[in-house]
Each structure stands twice: as C-alpha cells, then as structure tokens.
C-alpha cells in the first residue's frame, strides 16, 4: 500500500520522498523489511530525535517512534506527515527538520529547480513566438548566472577546506569585482581545480565556444531586457544557443565519481525529463549527478541545435537587408531635398548625444534650468534676473555640448554601411558558434546606431517638410 504525504527531508537520513511503502522506507534506513515491527523498530532505532517529535494538530505531543503503538513504518510516517501538514505555529517549530529542508541545504531541489526551469524554457523556445523568445533568453540568463554562482560558491567552499589545497582564491576585491561583473564570473567559470583531490569536484563549466556564447548571448539579454529592444531575425539562432551551452555548463557542474541513492519518489519526479537512473555506469539505478546532468540536457535540448551553417546564412541575411535598407533610406532622403552634409551631421550627432547626452555637468545644469524655470513660472511678475539667470545657464549649457562635440570622433558613419556589409561576408569564416555570434555582435550594434540615426533623420525631415507646406498653404 503506497501513502501519500507531505514532502519532507528527514535529517540525518537522507530520506526526501512523497511516496513510501513498508519496504521502501526500510530500504531507505537500511535494513531488510521482514516484518512491519522490524521496519519500526529500525526507525526508532536510526531516526533522529527531531523526526520523533512533532506537534500534532491538536498541540499534544507525538511520540513518533518512541512511544506511537502503531507498529507500521508507513501508518506513523503517514502519523508524522499528517503534523507536518498543520499550520506552523511558534509551539510546534522542528528546528532541525526546517535546517534540513531549506532551499540552499537541499542539493536535490537544487538541482531539480534547475531542471524543471529549462524544461520551462524549451517549452517557451519551440513556441516559436518572438514574445516567448525573448521570455526564454531572460530567463537563460538567469539559470546562467545560476550556474556562474554556484561555481563560485563551490570554488569558495573548497578555498577554506585548507590553505594546502590547490583551488583558485578569491579576495575580497575579487568577490566585489564578480558581484558586479558579469564578465569576471565567465572568467572565473573557465577555471577549476589543478589539485588532484578536487579535480573532479571544482571543474570549469565553460570551454572556449560557451564562453563566448556566454558573453554574447548575456549582451543581447540586457538589450532585450532593459532597452526593450530585440532582433526577430536573430533571436531564435542566440536563444538556441545559449540553451545548448547552459546545458552543457549543468553538465560540468555536477561532479563526477559521485553517486546517491534513488529512492521511487525521485525516479518518477526525473522520468519525465530524461533520466530514470544511471544504467551503464558503476552505479547502476542510483542517482549519478553528472550522468543525470547529461542526460536530462541532451533530452530537453533535441531538436534545438543550432548549425553553424545555418546561423552564418541567417545573419549574413540580416545584415545584408539592413544595409541594403540603410542605402534606399539615404538615396530616398536625398532625392528630397535633404542635404547630405546635413545627413553625416545628423549620424554624427546621434552617436554623440547617446554617449554623451547625460555628462555629469550638462545634467546639472539642466536640473538648474529647471528650477529656475519653475521660479520664473511661479512669479507673481516678470523677473529680469530670472530671466538672465537662464540665459546664463542656456549660455553654459550650450558651451559645454560644443566642447564636447568638437572633441568627439565618431565611430560610425555612412560609408561604415558599406563596412558592414563586407564585414558580414567575412562572417563565413567564422569556425563556432560563438565567435559568430561575438562578431555579429559588433556589426549588429554599429548598424543599429545607423538605423537609429536614419530613423530620427527620416521622421524629423518628413516633420519638416510637411510643416513647410503648410506654412505654404497658408495653415
């Protein structure tokens, strides 16, 4: 007769599981069930005095396994699920059962979270859909950063077993420098252990080509996420990708030479995902951290490659539309009337103001602008030093813009679209993934500072000439 009840780790031995019968729950304490007392006795025998005492929902004490005259392992786990399941309350605190059932000591919810969370993400990447897409790198990227901080507190873990042991070492300026660095906890992530006793243990989860679809793939989240802003024609190609090296960045993770038991409950939670036990390995129907790695990534990642071949055709398409798209805007503009010197000028100042637009002294003194505005709009009459104030600061203001303008060298401009365009032919040579995608990066984002300036240069002119011929018209 199998029971139900509420999940719970049971401290001190290693029994985590929803469903138990009789001879499970004496496998899992380590003897043979023959017959219920024996099963009960082996239970007061090896569980902990924290899993003897609960609080039932009435408040009076159970006596779970010292003095419950149930005699079957089941009816008084059945007995302990049911004190489990009442509402907790400061009388009935198990404080070594909630130690042992917190998120960051359980390697197993650990572990699971991470995988039902990518199930989630393929599931989001075979939609199809450009809204779901995006949803699936945001949410990559979480489980990568995921990968790249349990890597490091592994490493850390290891660093104060002992100052024998070769594992790297991290000061306190190098833990600042990972906090806010997406790029040093790559670099970290590349690292492991030249110590032979933890060399299986402290591995680097990412070789040359997921590093680089790392970093790639982690640019495009920020622009995804925080500018609002995606690639349609691209994004499916860095998605894909970037679920393949997080796979194999899981697999890495996980140590290897290790294996645990693998109790029905947990079977059947992993089935789903792939793995059901370690067949061809030294532990055949255990629970193998790195085998069930492996296998659960290659399961959730079929039919989700991406080629090579294919992804050099699909960007080099993408960037030979914009750039054919850039040349008929110009030559459009151009037939209008819009002068070219003008058109270089409007490129020119678009990179500028995006790279300098919020400087340190031209933000201050907009906010002074503003108040004096605010002064000036509140006065109950004309306020000639007012006014001269907002000369003065308008004054400054513009004096600080064409310093720096004067300065500033651009890296774009338009004979740069014909740059890109034979850049992006050279993008068959690339030999991964990765260093396609870091290279595509860089045209990507010098022809989306040309696009932006066209765009602001279109919609301003076509402003303008409108507005002249109703000035013309007499409106």
């Not at 998120?103 to 199809?128: C, K, N, P, T, W």
């Not at 699936?136 to 077993?161: I, M, Q, T, W």
Request: glycine residues 6%.
């Amino acid at each position: 007769m199998r029971l139900r009840y509420a999940r719970r780790s049971f401290p001190g031995s290693g029994l985590d599981v929803l469903r138990l019968d009789d001879a499970l729950a004496a496998r899992a304490f380590g003897v043979q069930l023959f017959a219920p007392s024996t099963a009960a006795g082996v239970v007061r025998e090896r569980t902990p005095p924290t899993l003897r005492r609960a609080s039932c929902k009435d408040g009076a004490c159970c006596s779970l396994g010292t003095h419950c005259t149930t005699s079957s392992v089941s009816a008084q786990l059945r007995h302990y699920a049911l004190c489990m399941s009442s509402p907790r309350t400061s009388d009935s605190v198990d404080p070594w059962g909630e130690l042992n059932g917190r998120y960051q000591h359980d390697e197993h919810a650990q572990f699971i979270l991470f995988v039902e969370q990518f199930a989630e993400i393929r599931d989001l990447i075979m939609s199809g859909q450009v809204t779901k897409q995006r949803m699936a790198l945001v949410a990559l990227d979480n489980l990568a950063e995921v990968l790249l901080h349990r890597h490091k507190r592994l490493v850390l873990s290891f660093a104060e077993a002992g100052s024998q042991h070769r594992v790297p070492r991290l000061s306190n300026s190098d833990l600042r420098r990972l906090s806010a660095d997406f790029g040093a906890r790559v670099t970290l992530a590349r690292g492991g252990s030249c110590d032979p006793l933890f060399g299986g243990l402290v591995r680097p989860i990412l070789d040359d080509l997921d590093e680089a679809v790392f970093r790639s793939a982690h640019a495009y989240r920020n622009r995804v996420y925080h500018a609002d802003h995606h690639n349609s024609a691209v994004l499916p190609y860095i998605t894909k990708s970037f679920m393949g090296a997080v796979g194999r960045g899981f697999m890495r993770l996980q140590p290897t030479n290790v294996a645990s038991s693998l109790n029905e409950w947990r079977r059947q939670q992993l089935a789903p995902y792939g793995y059901a036990g370690s067949k061809d390995s030294h532990w055949p129907g255990m629970f193998a951290p790195a085998e069930a790695a492996k296998a659960i990534s290659e399961h959730l990642s079929r039919d989700i490659c991406v080629g090579l071949e294919e992804s050099k055709a699909a960007l080099q398409d993408d960037l030979a539309w914009r750039t054919a798209w850039a040349d008929e805007m110009i030559k459009h503009l151009l037939g209008d009337g819009f002068p070219l010197d003008r058109l270089a000028w409007a490129l020119r100042w678009d990179e500028f103001w995006k790279a300098h637009g919020s400087d340190d002294t031209v933000v201050e003194l907009d906010k002074e602008l503003a108040d004096t505005w605010t002064e000036l709009v509140q006065a109950e009459s004309e306020s000639v030093e007012l006014h001269t104030r907002i000369n003065t600061l308008n004054a400054s203001r513009n004096a600080r813009i064409s310093a720096m303008f004067a300065c500033f060298s651009p890296n774009t401009d338009l004979a740069h679209i014909a740059h890109i365009r034979r850049l992006a032919d050279r993008l068959v040579s690339a030999r991964n993934v990765g260093t396609l995608f870091i290279r595509y990066q860089r045209l990507d984002e010098d022809m989306e500072k040309i696009e932006n300036a066209l765009d602001d240069a279109a919609i301003g002119w076509d402003r303008h000439v409108q507005e002249e011929v109703d000035r013309l018209r007499g409106k």
